[in-house]
């Protein structure tokens, strides 16, 4: 597998994981049209540009069928886990929703100073008269 990372990391395959990635997503949710035109457009030029390099490995279609396998392994289990976070974030929701607000008389926190450091004329004044009585 570690071959098949490595070639995963190339430019062509890193956009080809990409797409293909993204095809599988947009499938997963149940927008086929959308998934079958990146796979017409998008997918196909990245295939394009790989089965054109001069340095296309010689096992091209069992590492491209590997490839394409385990990014669909992925978004299963990406979308296993999103299908049992989902209820829990929901839940969390709903508690905090349900948390007593403050009431109506909060009052407006007040403005904060400003940022801007003091003119040094200012701040010797200040410092200056602090140091004084009275």
Not at 111 to 127: E, G, Q, V, Y
């Amino acid at each position: 597998m570690t071959s098949l990372t490595a070639l995963a990391l190339d430019a062509p395959w890193f956009e080809l994981t990409k797409f293909y990635r993204r095809i599988c997503w947009l499938r997963s949710g149940g927008h086929g049209r959308a998934a079958e035109t990146v796979k017409a457009t998008e997918l196909a030029a990245a295939l394009s540009s790989i089965r054109r390099a001069p340095d296309e490995p010689a096992d091209f279609e069992a590492r491209l069928r590997a490839l394409l396998l385990a990014e669909e392994k992925r978004i299963a289990e990406a979308m296993a886990f999103v299908g049992s976070l989902a209820p829990m974030v929901a839940n969390s929701i709903r508690a905090q929703a349900a948390l007593p607000s403050v009431g109506g008389n909060a009052q407006p926190l007040p403005r904060p100073r400003s940022l801007a450091p003091p003119d040094i004329a200012n701040f010797i004044d200040t410092m200056l008269s602090q140091g004084q009585p009275g």
